[in-house]
């Protein structure tokens, strides 16, 4: 997807091996072949220019630790900043309503209707209704139709008006129980005011509770433009990039979020329904620079700090010692580090809990409103201490019991796979 981006930085990366300080002319240099990169990968030029402004400054005024070298120092600073400009953590997405509404919208052919077919598989359960939204093209509601069979769902059809026949789709959807209904709009060779109109009665009556807009990887800034407008007419919850399978350079995945202060929620890299990802800012920043390359760069990064420390927790934890204080020094080591949020994976065993930035807030903040009795021995906090913790860090008791259940259930976990001897947690 991003693979001329990917193949131009590793060539700088060999380049940058085995070179000894950088100076600030070497710096610039640098960045200034960077610059270059991104630019041809289609880049928004401003977006360019304040990301090689960010991560110059910041290679300028870090001391080297003696243990990373200056190319890979630049590798891990670009990253950082790239996830930065993706939007840092992952948009949250929930459906809280039910039934809820999704409404898509976006130029002609840049993929509604297949990501209504891939939403529609994705949220399965919600027994989704795809309701067609575009009576001047009969094709349109025919294909939905056929999308709607492929991803085996409900599917309402247009009638000549789309205000009234989206209020009939849900009164249909409350009849037969679906739980989701998705909006397939019309879509255009360019925006004009009679589409917009449409869509902003659809907003207005038929109050969608996410409106994404579907976006074409391939026509690179042109997806950027279409992103402002259609944002400055109708409000938009966020994106959606389709072919990004193709040679799309990805200029416009990298660009919009600072541009137009949308985030991407879905990307689509393929014609399958199955094709639909969710848009994780560190996963794609790390696909573009070589996934395996930031593995090993985070390991060294956080090995540079405190390799000792990390053994001695890691032994705790699978000894079942492991302790709330322990836990807090590790998000406070994390909070250190940058907006990270993957960098929980710190915490042995934790690799698949997946906290975001806030949560992390809430935890520390829990944490330390408890006695450090009560963080050596989590056993001890009773229903009063439980309600005396959320009210000292302003959550609710329920904050507390998820925090001690999941807790819990870590340490079980651990114990468990030490006693089992299982040999990915054994310390060498
Ligand atoms: N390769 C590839 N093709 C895609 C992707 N998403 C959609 N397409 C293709 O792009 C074409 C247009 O997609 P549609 O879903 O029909 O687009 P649309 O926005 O509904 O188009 P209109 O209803 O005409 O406005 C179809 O041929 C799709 O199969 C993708 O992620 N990758
Ligand atoms: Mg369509």
Not at 62 to 91: C, F, M, N, R, W
Not at 237 to 253: E, I
Request: hydrophobic fraction near 40%.
């Amino acid at each position: 997807m991003f693979d001329i981006l990917t193949q131009k930085l590793a060539e700088l990366q060999r380049k940058l091996l085995g070179r000894g300080k950088l100076t600030p002319a070497e710096i610039t240099r640098t960045m200034g072949e960077i610059r270059t990169i991104l630019l041809e990968a289609d880049v928004n030029y401003r977006v360019v220019g304040q990301f090689v402004r960010n991560v110059e400054a910041r290679l300028k005024n870090q001391d080297i630790a003696s243990s990373i070298k200056p190319g890979e120092l630049i590798t891990y600073t670009v990253y950082e900043e790239l996830v930065k400009i993706l939007g840092g953590t992952t948009p949250k997405f929930e459906l809280k309503k039910t039934p809820a509404i999704i409404s898509l919208v976006g130029l002609q052919g840049t993929g509604k209707t297949t990501i209504a077919g891939k939403l529609a598989l994705r949220y399965r359960k919600r027994r989704p209704l795809l309701v067609a939204c575009d009576p001047k093209r009969p094709a349109a509601t025919q294909q939905l139709q056929s999308v709607a069979g492929r991803a085996n769902c409900d599917f309402y059809p247009v009638a000549k008006d789309v205000l009234n026949s989206c209020l009939a789709a849900q009164n249909y959807a409350r009849e037969k129980g679906n739980q989701l209904l998705i909006l397939d709009t019309a879509g255009r060779l360019h925006i004009d005011d009679e589409l917009m109109q449409e869509l902003k009665l659809i907003e207005d009556k038929v109050k969608p509770d996410t409106t994404f807009l579907v976006l074409d990887g391939m026509v690179g800034q042109d997806a950027v433009n279409q992103a402002s407008e259609f944002n400055q007419r109708l409000t938009i919850t966020g994106c959606c990039f389709t072919k990004l399978d193709g040679d799309a350079r990805g200029g416009a995945v990298l660009s919009v979020r600072q541009v137009t202060g949308l985030p991407v929620y879905f990307i689509s890299t393929g014609e399958k329904l199955e094709d639909l990802e969710e848009f994780h800012p560190d996963r794609i920043a790390a696909r573009i620079l070589g996934m395996g390359d930031i593995k090993t760069l985070m390991e060294k990064v956080q090995g540079s700090t405190n390799v000792e420390d990390q053994r001695q927790l890691a032994e705790k934890f699978i000894k079942g010692k492991f302790d709330l204080e322990d836990f807090l020094n590790q998000i406070k080591t994390v909070k250190k580090m940058g907006s990270l949020s993957k960098l929980i994976a710190l915490v042995p065993g934790a690799a698949s809990v997946d906290v975001d930035e806030d949560e992390l807030v809430k935890i520390e903040a829990i944490i330390q409103s408890m006695t450090p009795e009560e963080r050596r021995n989590p056993d001890i906090i009773n229903g009063s201490r439980r309600r005396r913790i959320a009210d000292g860090s302003g959550t609710t008791v329920t904050d507390v019991n998820r925090l001690l259940k999941e807790f819990e259930q870590a340490r079980a976990l651990a114990r468990q796979f030490s006693s089992g001897k299982s040999p990915r947690f054994r310390i060498r």
